[in-house]
């Protein structure tokens, strides 16, 4: 069974830092891996979809990474700011279905 | 706004209920999932639709959950005889067969008392 894993739990960090985001697989067999943005009480939002043949994905201030051999992602965010406070989920889908499977998140706090 | 619907956005019901769910997936999207997320935990599959057809149910679909998607368009999702531990964010989500990026809806959150 995939087993997703995010690591820090939490983090917080002053306004204007950059930050990376860490998401580690089991199974190095993904379709792809979505990064999504969590509010709290909120549905998911995605972020960035990275396919299995991609190595990174960018989008504004952000930036994926994709190792499919070590199984694992990072998602950096430059210039951090006070509204990219949320929970950041990272899921992988395997083929098939392509249903995924979460990680428990990283709450992150941007302090202004 | 993903353009993924949901109704109702919360429900409150008592033990032994039964209570039933909508979501409406973006227009051209023929592929719907339905996934439940407890407090502090990313979301878990529970089943998927291609067009109007189930093809995939998680374990974690017990026998008192039952879904459907008429006609391929919106789905619905039921929960009969409603048990504390069924209290959770229920999400669906929607993508098409060949863009894969899975779409959220705002969830319904079900608390059962």
């Known amino acids: 069974k995939q087993e997703v894993t995010q690591i820090p739990a939490a983090l917080s960090v002053p306004e204007g830092e950059n930050l990376v985001l860490n998401c580690s697989f089991t199974?190095?067999?993904?379709?792809?891996l979505q990064w999504f943005r969590q509010d709290p009480g909120k549905g998911l939002t995605s972020l960035l979809l990275?396919?299995?043949?991609?190595r990174e994905q960018t989008s504004g201030r952000l930036n994926a990474s994709l190792d499919k051999s070590s199984g694992r992602s990072t998602l950096y965010i430059a210039a951090s700011q006070p509204g990219d406070s949320a929970t950041y989920l990272c899921?992988?889908?395997?083929?098939?279905?392509?249903?995924?499977?979460f990680g428990t998140g990283t709450r992150l706090t941007v302090i202004p | 706004d993903t353009g993924v619907s949901q109704d109702p956005r919360h429900k409150i019901t008592k033990r032994g209920q039964n209570v039933t769910f909508r979501c409406d997936p973006i227009s051209e999207h023929n592929r719907l999932y339905w996934y439940r997320q407890t407090l502090g935990q990313g979301p878990e599959f529970l089943t998927y639709f291609q067009n109007e057809a189930q093809l995939e149910k998680s374990r974690l679909l017990s026998d008192r959950f039952s879904a459907e998607r008429p006609k391929g368009s919106f789905s619905t999702l039921e929960i009969q005889r409603t048990e504390q531990g069924d209290s959770a964010m229920y999400l669906c989500?929607?993508?098409?067969?060949?863009?894969?990026?899975?779409?959220f809806g705002p969830g319904t959150r079900l608390t059962v008392l």
């Open positions: 989500a929607s993508t098409t067969t060949s863009a894969n990026e899975q779409f």
């Open positions: 899921a992988v889908a395997l083929g098939g279905a392509n249903n995924l499977f």
């Open positions: 990275i396919q299995s043949s991609q």
């Open positions: 199974d190095s067999a993904i379709y792809n």
